[in-house]
């Protein structure tokens, strides 16, 4: 098993920044991705972004790209989202989340282990 714990959500203005922090914990394996998805009331969840543990490769949703920053310190087993110019459209809550393997994929379904998620709200 591996635990996930997101912190770092809260309110903000538009245009402001915020950073998502993300810690695991439990069972670790040799290869894994991380990646964050979100989910506003009443919508689908969906991905914002993803980074392999050991390559640093990274992949961004196009709704996000040049304002989150997706990063990791392996020292501290933690992953962390910076946004920045963020949007009302941002609002949601966010969630971390685990997938073995090298690959990094968008499809939540990929994905075996999730945090609690964290708030995100974004004021006009």
């Known amino acids: 098993q591996v635990q996930l714990v997101e912190s770092g959500g809260g309110l903000v203005q538009a245009g402001g920044s915020l950073r998502l922090s993300c810690a695991a914990s439990g069972r670790t394996y040799s290869s894994y991705v991380l990646g964050w998805f979100r989910q506003a009331p009443g919508k689908e969840r969906e991905f914002v972004a993803a980074?392999?543990?050991?390559?640093?490769?990274?992949y961004y949703s196009d709704s996000v790209k040049g304002r989150f920053t997706i990063s990791r310190d392996n020292a501290k087993n933690t992953v962390y989202l910076q946004m920045n110019s963020l949007k009302p459209e941002d609002t949601a809550g966010y969630y971390c989340?685990?997938?073995?393997?090298?690959?990094?994929?968008?499809?939540?379904?990929?994905?075996?282990?999730w945090g609690q998620g964290s708030q995100v709200t974004v004021s006009s």
């Open positions: 989340a685990v997938r073995r393997g090298s690959m990094i994929v968008s499809d939540q379904n990929e994905y075996s282990y």
């Open positions: 980074i392999s543990w050991s390559g640093g490769s990274t």
